[in-house]
């Protein structure tokens, strides 16, 4: 493929992702990522990974590593659905954990992107696709396809769109051209370091492992003050990118849409260029969906409860019992009066397993 191909297809690519619902899109050659093999091996040696990470290094910084024919990957960037803040009192989810399961939904445009490409007329290999849970480092690909730079929180910044979105990765098996990575805008902004709930932004090494997103999900028994710093989380942790300046700053009720409205301004933008406009579904009012919820109904979970309320949504993943124990910890950090009857009325197998380390007489 010579580099006039080669540069028709990257916008044609482009076009089709944003008519599949993608708001950014960044292109990068399938070298391993420089300099990232040995960080990621220094941070591991120092003990800051997590459980959920791949443990063969190669395969998190080189695409050759996942498919040989690999010549280019292209990143592209997903809009997380809008969702309205929780109430007092609630347990709060991120907003990757509300709604369908986001992994369900990039993969479901990434499927329809491949298909359209396909029908475009694309002569190479079906391309491989990844969304999160696979091996490679999305966010060290995506900096270096120019869709963003990493923030001081750690999270992929997309100018103009920010940080609330989720990546998926599709490789193929042609080159095209590479785009050029982006300067990181976050200057002398230290607001995320400074509001970190565990204080573990800011250095060289991120501790993941500590990081309130990875507790709540994390079955593994927690310290005093790693459950105390979980505040009312149900699933994730959101405070590092919602006192993002890049993010709008204005989380509360009033400026809740300013971010997806910037966001769906974008894509229509783009998508009027291409001639592919369509209607944005309506997501006010009622119709909404909601990052708070009712902690003791999360405690009381029953199974067919999960089944019906949870199932396919990112924070169902690990289960009825993860959900039970962070309302649980929810609870006694609010230092709840009701809480003490409910221990008092369990015992033994009553109490769900992953809260029994943290259930004592000693605790009345």
């Not at 990957?73 to 997380?80: D, G, H, N, Q, S």
């Not at 989720?166 to 370091?193: F, H, S």
């Not at 609870?331 to 709840?336: E, Q």
Request: hydrophobic share 35%.
């Amino acid at each position: 493929m010579d580099q006039k191909e080669g540069i028709l297809w990257k916008e044609r690519l482009r076009h089709l992702a944003l008519e599949s619902g993608f708001v950014a899109v960044g292109f990068t050659h399938a070298e391993p990522v420089a300099g990232l093999y040995e960080f990621l091996a220094e941070r591991s040696a120092q003990g800051y990974h997590t459980s959920f990470e791949e443990q063969e290094l190669r395969k998190r910084v080189d695409p050759k590593a996942i498919w040989p024919a690999c010549e280019t990957v292209v990143v592209l960037a997903y809009p997380l659905v809008y969702s309205a803040p929780p109430q007092k009192g609630e347990g709060v989810l991120a907003r990757s954990a509300v709604g369908e399961d986001y992994h369900s939904q990039v993969k479901r445009a990434l499927h329809q992107l491949v298909s359209s490409f396909g029908e475009a007329g694309w002569r190479g290999e079906a391309p491989q696709i990844q969304v999160d849970t696979g091996p490679l480092n999305e966010r060290a690909l995506a900096t270096r396809a120019g869709l963003g730079w990493l923030g001081k929180n750690q999270q992929l910044i997309i100018s103009g769109k920010g940080s609330f979105v989720a990546l998926g990765l599709m490789l193929l098996d042609k080159a095209l051209p590479p785009d050029e990575p982006l300067a990181g805008q976050c200057g002398k902004c230290t607001r995320c370091i400074r509001a970190c709930p565990a204080q573990i932004l800011g250095t060289r090494h991120f501790q993941a492992n500590e990081c309130l997103s990875y507790l709540t999900q994390s079955k593994e028994p927690l310290t005093e003050r790693q459950r105390t710093a979980l505040g009312k989380r149900i699933f994730g942790c959101d405070t590092c990118q919602e006192v993002c300046p890049h993010n709008g700053l204005r989380c509360d009720e009033e400026g809740k849409r300013s971010i997806l409205n910037k966001i769906k301004g974008d894509r229509q933008g783009e998508l009027r260029k291409a001639g592919q406009e369509r209607q944005e579904p309506d997501i006010s009012g009622e119709k909404a969906l909601r990052r708070g919820v009712d902690l003791w109904d999360t405690l009381n979970l029953t199974k067919s409860q999960f089944n019906q309320q949870w199932r396919g949504t990112a924070a169902g993943w690990r289960g009825k019992g993860i959900l039970q124990r962070n309302a649980y910890l929810a609870l006694k950090n609010l230092r709840d009066p009701r809480l003490p009857s409910w221990e008092e009325e369990r015992t033994g197998q009553d109490i769900p397993k992953l809260i029994q380390p943290y259930y004592s007489k000693a605790d009345k």
